[in-house]
């Protein structure tokens, strides 16, 4: 049962367009969250997150959209640099009879590849 | 600065044998997670801890084992290594007080079983 699915395996842009990548989500109790990227041999860091009370959240040339009612996020990178180039995971978390589940549910991953 | 360091980066172990994954982080954070990551399923939950005394298993606990010996300190064993147990490991740290549900995640172990 995959509750946060990304289903681009893969996606390729040219430097300087945007990157669109989604993200889709079952669980109704999820109500935070997170975008990761990953490079080949490092661990995932932390790039944006979102609350549930938000539907845009920026921060430089990333953007997060959600849309609770489509149980939908999407990261939207602009403009994109060849050092963007990485696999971008999605997150979720939620709360349970007021208490956070305090645990994170991710996404397949997105491999980005961004051209010169 | 390396503030979630996991030992070691690479292992190749044969079937049967049992091996310890170690994770160590300077960030003070109580709560500690190990995850495996698979081509084309994500990041998986394999036991996380919320404090020193708390263990719970994650969605993929079987064939694994956890220790909590500090605060800083949270193994992963395999006790009898399997081919399918092969893949990338990482441990994540997190205090919900100051971050709220971010994870930061170690540079991750490579672990082979033949």
């Known amino acids: 049962d995959q509750q946060v699915k990304q289903n681009s395996p893969s996606l390729s842009v040219q430097e300087g367009r945007i990157s669109i990548l989604n993200c889709d989500y079952t669980?109704?109790?999820?109500?935070?969250f997170l975008w990761y990227k990953k490079y080949p041999a490092e661990g995932p860091t932390f790039l944006i997150s979102?609350?549930?009370?938000?539907d845009k959240n920026e921060d430089g040339r990333f953007t997060v959209f959600l849309n609770k009612s489509a149980k939908h996020l999407s990261l939207h990178i602009v403009p994109s640099q060849p050092g963007d180039s990485a696999v971008y995971f999605c997150a979720a978390s939620g709360y349970a009879g007021g208490t956070s589940y305090g645990k994170l549910t991710f996404g397949q991953g997105t491999i980005l590849t961004v051209h010169p | 600065d390396a503030d979630v360091t996991q030992t070691p980066r690479n292992r190749i172990t044969k079937t049967g044998k049992r091996i310890m994954l170690e994770c160590s982080q300077t960030?003070?954070?109580?709560?500690m997670y190990w995850y495996r990551q698979d081509p084309g399923l994500g990041l998986r939950l394999i036991y996380y801890?919320?404090?020193?005394?708390?263990?719970n298993k994650g969605e993929i606990s079987d064939g694994y084992s956890v220790s909590r010996q500090a605060q800083a300190k949270f193994s992963l064993s395999l006790e009898s290594a399997i081919p399918n147990q092969t893949a990338l490991y990482f441990c994540?740290?997190?205090?919900?007080?100051?971050?709220?549900?971010?994870?930061?995640f170690g540079p991750g172990t490579r672990l082979l079983v033949l």
């Open positions: 960030k003070g954070h109580d709560r």
């Open positions: 994540a740290t997190s205090d919900p007080a100051r971050d709220q549900e971010t994870q930061y």
């Open positions: 801890s919320f404090d020193v005394k708390d263990i």
């Open positions: 979102i609350s549930s009370i938000k």
């Open positions: 669980n109704s109790m999820f109500d935070y």
